[in-house]
Every structure is written in structure tokens, then in C-alpha cells.
């Protein structure tokens, strides 16, 4: 086994004021939405939660491997931290649980660029996008130093290590709207989401750009 899929799903869905991750988007609770993706480029699929509750709410598959934070209350960085320590694969392929429109082309694209780095991270607007991203285990020792040291600003753990930039015109070969990068935090997004799910695959594309 190599490569796990990684879903942070620790979040607590403030701004949008309920559990995100079991909105029906397309048909689909968010949360499936994305495991489903993510269960076509990886050979497992983990989702880190706070605590076994939240696990309990989210109505998981029996398959799902469900892994509880070890540095709870500490972020995105925690969430991936804990999903690669627990997950079984060498690479795992991180997202967050609300991005319904995951591109497995452009996953895949990324785990082709793996060999002599340690992770590989899209930049999209001049920003890495480290909540979309592939880490090896090499990357756990530098996660772990930042996290004992209170720093939870991901891109500061990436320093030591052998990062592939996924650069934008890299990244608009296959995702030019840039859908995979799309979260849903409020309301506002969620519409979006509904509105853009309920398209046909070309037409959303479009419409995403927008």
C-alpha cells in the first residue's frame, strides 16, 4: 500500500452554524462526495475527526478507516499530522472534507510528480494550497517539531523539506476553473455548490471561472 487518501474532517462548521460535512451536494452528503473522489487515486481512505463522536455524526462507511486527532485542537496542521501518522500508505493525498469537486485527473497528475520529493502542493493565486496536497512521511518529524512548538502555520513545517510546487499553469492544464480548491464555508458557498453540482461538467467549469 501506497498512497492513503486523507480527509480532514475535525472542523467545527461555525460559519456556516451545521455539520457541513453531511450536506447533500448533488445527491450526495459532502463528506461521501469526497471520500468517493478520493477512493479512486488512493488505496484506503482516512478521515481524522476531534473525537468519536463527530465520527459517529458523519454516518461513515464500515471501510473508512477513522483516525482521532493526537494533537487536537491544533488545525489543519493537527488533521494532517494525524491522517499521515495513521494512514497505512507511504503518500497520502490530504483534502478537506469540504471540497465537493475534487478533480482525480489532477490528483493523479500530482502523484506522478512524487518521486525524489517529499510532498507536492498546488499554488493557486500565488498561494500553496496545503489542504489539497500530497505529503510523504518524511514530512512527520517537521509536522510534529512545529506542532510542539505551538506553530500551526503549515507552510513553515514544509522548511527542510523537498517540496514539487504544482505551479498554476500546471495546475490550469487540468483544472482551469479551479473547482478542486473550492470549500464551502458559508451559506453563500453552499448555494454555489448546489447551483454548480447541479450543472453539466462542462457548463460547471465554466461557471466556476466566474
Known sequence: ??????????GMSRRLGREKAVEPVGGKPLIT???????????EVVVVVGDRRRAAALSLPDWVHIA??????????????????????????????????????????????RSGHDAVVPVVRGRPEPTHA?????????MERRLRGGDLKI????????????LQKEVDLLDPGHQS???????????KALALASLPEGRARRAARR
Open 1 to 10: 500500500m501506497d498512497v492513503s487518501g486523507i480527509v480532514l474532517a475535525g
Open 33 to 43: 462526495r469526497v471520500i468517493d473522489r478520493l477512493a479512486r487515486v488512493g488505496d
Open 68 to 113: 482521532v486527532d493526537i494533537f487536537p485542537g491544533n488545525g489543519s496542521l493537527g488533521g494532517i499530522f494525524t491522517g499521515l501518522t495513521r494512514a497505512r500508505g507511504h503518500w497520502g493525498m490530504v483534502v478537506a472534507c469540504d471540497m465537493p469537486f475534487l478533480n482525480t485527473t489532477l490528483m493523479r497528475h500530482m502523484l506522478s510528480l
Open 134 to 142: 500530497l505529503y510523504s512521511k518524511a514530512c512527520l518529524p517537521y
Open 155 to 166: 507552510s513553515r513545517s514544509f522548511e527542510g523539506l523537498d517540496i514539487r510546487y504544482l
Open 181 to 191: 480548491f473550492f470549500n464551502v464555508n458559508t451559506q453563500e458557498d453552499l448555494d
